[in-house]
């Protein structure tokens, strides 16, 4: 699979969806690949990067950035709350707002820098409990309380339980994000991202199937 394989699969879901086309970014997972596979993905004209760890993006994407011009870079994994000042620098879009502290503690520092990125609420749609997000009784709720900190929300992100059906978990949550007014909606990896576009997506992550398989070791 290619990235241009990738773009071509999401054009023609969002045709058979009725989509318009170019309504749904692909987000190219970039963590923990080697920089070499990155920047031939930069080379290609693809500009838009998601990250799961603030440490390894604060050092692989400012120097990134100054070669490349135009990234768009979002958190899309766990986001403690002693790295939230560090995010805020770097990332224009974080999809993992899941708990009512980070919304404080966000709320307080885009106050006092006046700098926020697209805020995605995080929804826990399988009630997993190793899993973060909101559980879906409480969604409405948090949405609301974090509103009324004034964090300007952009939509809501899930990941389905491994080896669940994901439709309902996508259905879920574009139903929530229709009842509370958001646009965004941040579903869909590499497995289902087709499945995330007919029922709705804004926004697929999409890694592997882009850069190869990732070692960890």
Not at 4 to 17: M, S
Not at 46 to 61: C, D, I, L, M, T
Not at 156 to 171: Q, R, T, V
């Amino acid at each position: 699979m290619s990235l241009t394989d990738i773009a071509a699969r999401i054009r023609a879901a969002e045709r058979e969806a009725g989509r318009a086309p170019g309504s749904v970014t692909l987000i190219a997972v970039s963590k923990v690949q080697p920089l070499g596979r990155v920047e031939a993905v930069l080379e290609q004209g693809h500009r838009v990067f998601g990250e799961n760890y603030v440490q390894e993006a604060a050092g692989k994407w400012p120097a990134l950035r100054d070669r490349f011009p135009g990234v768009s870079l979002h958190m899309i994994g766990p986001l403690q709350s002693n790295k939230v000042k560090s995010a805020l620098e770097l990332f224009d879009a974080i999809h993992t707002l899941d708990r009512m502290s980070l919304a404080t503690k966000l709320a307080r520092l885009v106050a006092e820098h006046g700098r926020c990125p697209e805020l995605f609420v995080q929804v826990n749609t399988g009630e997993e409990p190793q899993k973060a997000g909101v559980l879906p009784r409480d969604a409405d709720a948090f949405i609301a309380e974090c509103r009324a900190m004034g964090l300007g929300l952009s939509g809501l992100m899930c990941i389905p339980p491994e080896d669940a059906d994901p439709k309902p978990h996508f259905a879920v949550l574009a139903d929530m994000a229709a009842r509370n007014g958001l646009a965004g909606l941040s579903m869909g990896m590499s497995a289902d991202f087709e499945q995330a576009i007919a029922a709705g997506a804004t926004h697929v992550r999409v890694g592997s199937a882009i850069f190869g398989a990732r070692d960890y070791g």
